[in-house]
């Protein structure tokens, strides 16, 4: 069974700390994505990860792509309050896509 | 105007009922998805298309139907809704191996009292 898991789950932190979300998945792929969901509101694509050593970033936010360790982060620089979101990781197996459980992010003031 | 729509947004319908959710896209591509959302679980696949003679089950078909009517068009229908099919649901579209991975619609609120 082919999982994906983020963590932390929830995550709280105050404007203009660092935090990084992990994502580890249990098969191999080489396409992962980043998503973000405000409450209520549809999913938003981030980042398009194609390749093991993929590293993008906009804004206070960065991601990266290591394929063999099956895992990838979100690391969030400086954080301010519009950040405050639920993150999604998916990746690409087989023509389907699989979902992380989500991190719920609140900025703090 | 969204590139996937959704109708209806919200629902509220009675245990028993049969619903239809539907999805229409203008992106042009040919893999369509149904997802639900629990909180705490994600998105988990319910339905997926590749083309319109090409549907296969997800995760957690169980209780649910599909039909790809169009290109552009893929409906759930829930034929007996339950009260744990309470969810928010997605459909999206991708292209294959495409770079930009899923698009999603708006979403539907469906609430089985």
């Known amino acids: 069974e082919l999982k994906v898991e983020q963590n932390p789950l929830f995550l709280s932190m105050q404007e203009g700390k660092n935090y990084t979300i992990y994502c580890n998945y249990s098969?191999?792929?080489?396409?992962l994505y980043w998503y973000r969901q405000d409450p209520g509101k549809s999913l938003e694509s981030l980042f398009v990860?194609?390749?093991?050593?993929a590293v993008k970033q906009e804004g206070r936010l960065m991601a990266s792509l290591d394929t063999k360790a099956r895992l990838s982060t979100l690391h969030i620089t400086a954080a301010v309050h519009d950040l405050s979101a639920t993150y999604f990781c998916a990746v690409e197996v087989g023509n389907q896509f699989y979902f992380g459980t989500g991190t719920s992010l609140t900025v703090i003031p | 105007d969204a590139d996937v729509t959704q109708t209806p947004r919200n629902r509220i319908t009675k245990t028993g009922k049969r619903i239809m959710l539907e999805c229409s896209q203008t992106k042009g591509h040919d893999r369509m998805y149904w997802y639900r959302q629990d909180p705490g679980l994600g998105l988990r696949l319910i339905y997926y298309?590749?083309?319109?003679?090409?549907?296969n089950k997800g995760e957690i078909s169980d209780g649910y139907s599909v039909s790809r009517q169009a290109q552009a068009k893929f409906s759930l229908s829930l034929e007996s809704a339950i009260p744990n099919q309470t969810a928010l649901y997605f459909c999206a579209t991708s292209l294959p191996r495409d770079s930009w991975g899923a698009f999603f619609g708006q979403g539907t609120r469906l609430t089985v009292v």
């Open positions: 298309s590749f083309d319109v003679k090409d549907i």
């Open positions: 990860l194609l390749s093991n050593g």
């Open positions: 098969t191999t792929s080489d396409r």
